[in-house]
């Protein structure tokens, strides 16, 4: 990142130097695109464009664990493809491809989702496979703790999506992260779902303080996520 240049001496602001306020009436200036202001705001429309869903993160410490057994379970599931941990996360909903004039409706959504509501204490609990153990195409880790706050962010964000008009996906919600997919139904063997329960039994639980906006862009290794919007829980509004 290149370094400003040096502005010249700013006038001094003591008695009868005047401050720098916009002319009435005029708007608040926007921020600059990407900038870490309170609030996760982004300028850029651009950024919230493309293949979006709402996600709550799972933190590095909390990740550990599961993520030191993927050898095993690989070697346990080889055919399986295994989810990158750097971006698990726990899906709330998926908006599909959303256009850039659609951006503002983003940021309503999610506004209108976390009203109200404080962090979650979260933690990872159990193992399985959707749609049933015997005939999965998915394997996930499961969740306990203060899992009514996700079911609720789910709810107002399949509400608020509807009024807003954007598209996403209707299905019911269970709380889950999504570590592998398999290219066919089949059964889990017994031995995976162990590792994975003795994995997330030795997980950390964690504070949830935020609701995220990812961006999916799909490459020939898989997803690649992207935080394009944060929305604190801090039971304010």
């Known amino acids: 990142m290149t370094a400003p240049k040096r502005p010249g001496r700013p006038p001094r602001q003591g008695r009868g130097a005047p401050s720098a306020r916009p002319p009435r009436g005029a708007p608040p200036p926007r921020p600059e695109p990407g900038s870490g202001v309170p609030g996760g705001l982004l300028a850029d429309p651009d950024l919230l464009s493309g293949r979006l869903f709402f996600a709550v993160p799972i933190p590095g410490h909390s990740r550990e664990p599961l993520e030191a057994v993927l050898p095993e379970l690989d070697r346990a599931l080889p055919a399986a ?4 941990p ?10 599909g491809h959303v256009r850039p004039e659609f951006s503002a409706e983003v940021v309503t959504v999610g506004e209108s989702a976390v009203a109200g509501l404080g962090p979650a204490r979260l933690r990872l ?3 399985g496979g959707f749609p049933s153990q015997r005939r999965a195409r998915v394997v996930w880790a499961g969740i306990s703790g203060d899992v009514e706050v996700l079911t609720t962010l789910a709810t ?3 509400d608020a999506s509807k009024q807003a008009g954007l598209r996403f996906e209707e299905r019911e919600h269970q709380p889950h992260l999504t570590l592998a997919r398999l290219p066919s139904p089949g059964p889990l063997p017994e031995q995976l779902l162990e590792l994975v329960t003795e994995a997330v039994a030795a997980s950390p639980p964690w504070e949830a303080r935020e609701l995220c906006c990812y961006r999916s862009t799909l490459t020939n290794r898989g997803a690649r996520y992207q935080v394009v919007r944060t929305f604190p829980l801090t039971r304010t509004g």
Request: overall charge positive.
């Open 125 to 127: 609990d159990g193992a």
């Open 81 to 84: 493809r295994w989810t990158n």
């Open 156 to 158: 107002r964000l399949a």
């Open 86 to 95: 750097s971006g698990w996360h726990l899906t709330l909903a998926f908006l």
